[in-house]
């Protein structure tokens, strides 16, 4: 719109009109004929506004407001368009250069392969060179006859060498006669006592021991039978007596925590050692069986068939001894 709005002004100023006389005639205001001959179309509210303003403005000066348009959207139309082509010629040109950059990246990264190709190669040659330098200088350094002397060292005589040889071979066969006699002292094997092996939740099965058989039958849960003495015999212990027909006194023993025990029969050591929970051993004694307790309470003692009490003078956190023997 600046366009027109120029050509507006120059033929006013050459007709010499001012403002006044124009609003005089077409009560167009200063501010708006400004506004046209600067091509500002903010100043009107809306176009159709400066469209009317700026065509009596025209009339007046005896020019053709539509002709004047017209020719201004047919010179922004050929101007948009000779943009459009430099912007289309400026990105083809872009476009070129980039493929021509890529291609040259392209021819510059293949030179450079083949220079590190060549480099690597070089340094290939090189090292297998080294290598087979290093190899036939140690193959003509050692190419030396056995017992050959080496001319610079001549101030070692032969004598000397030999009187060497010697003592490094009387030396060596006294080392070995050393060998040879001395003799590994070995401590003895540690004694091993193997635990009982327990029964658990069986039929008393026969368990030789120091040749005393052990009792096979089994008893229903009888009921306790107290101590029948709580006098100390002359070996130690508390003396339970039992009447019995049979011409065997029997001893079970049940584990009812781990426990150690020691069981002696007519005066000979059975069995010393701990007893695992739930393990059960019998015994078999003409006369009589000593029984050591580690922990009372437990465990539970069948003797010929009974129950111990061993609530009665049984202390359940200290060693006791009990004597069980046929009562006379």
Do not use: C
Not at 23 to 29: D, G, L
Not at 83 to 112: H, M
Not at 191 to 199: C, F, K, L, R
């Amino acid at each position: 719109m600046k366009e027109i709005g120029q050509i507006l002004k120059e033929t006013r100023e050459a007709k010499g009109i001012s403002y006044d006389e124009i609003y005089e005639a077409e009560k167009i205001q200063h501010k708006y004929l400004e506004a046209i001959e600067n091509g500002d179309t903010s100043v009107f509210t809306a176009l159709v506004y400066y469209n009317s303003f700026a065509k009596s403005y025209a009339k007046y000066l005896g020019l053709n407001f539509d002709e004047l348009l017209k020719k201004y959207q047919l010179e922004k139309a050929q101007k948009e368009e000779l943009e459009a082509k430099e912007n289309n010629k400026d990105e083809k040109s872009g476009a070129d250069a980039v493929k021509t950059t890529k291609a040259q990246d392209g021819v510059f990264t293949e030179n450079f392969k083949d220079k590190i190709k060549s480099k690597r190669r070089l340094f290939l040659t090189i090292l297998l060179i080294a290598v087979s330098a290093a190899g036939v200088y140690f193959y003509s350094s050692d190419t030396r006859k056995p017992g050959q002397v080496d001319d610079n060292n001549d101030n070692i005589s032969m004598a000397e060498i030999n009187d060497s040889v010697k003592r490094n071979t009387d030396n060596a066969a006294l080392s070995q006669e050393k060998n040879v006699s001395a003799k590994p002292v070995l401590p003895p094997p540690p004694t091993v006592n193997a635990p009982p092996s327990p029964i658990q939740n069986l039929p008393l099965a026969t368990i030789p021991s120091a040749g005393v058989a052990a009792n096979t039958a089994t008893a229903q849960s009888p009921s306790p039978v107290r101590q029948q003495s709580a006098a100390p015999a002359q070996s130690g212990g508390n003396v339970v007596s039992l009447a019995s027909n049979s011409a065997k006194q029997s001893l079970s023993i049940t584990a009812l925590d781990t426990v150690w025990i020691g069981v002696r029969v007519d005066g000979e050591t059975v069995f010393e050692g701990d007893l695992p929970l739930g393990s059960q051993m019998a015994w078999e004694a003409n006369e009589t069986f000593r029984v050591r307790v580690g922990k009372g309470l437990a465990v539970r003692i069948l003797f010929n068939g009974s129950e111990i009490d061993q609530n009665t003078g049984m202390n359940p956190d200290s060693t006791k001894t009990l004597i069980l023997r046929r009562q006379r």
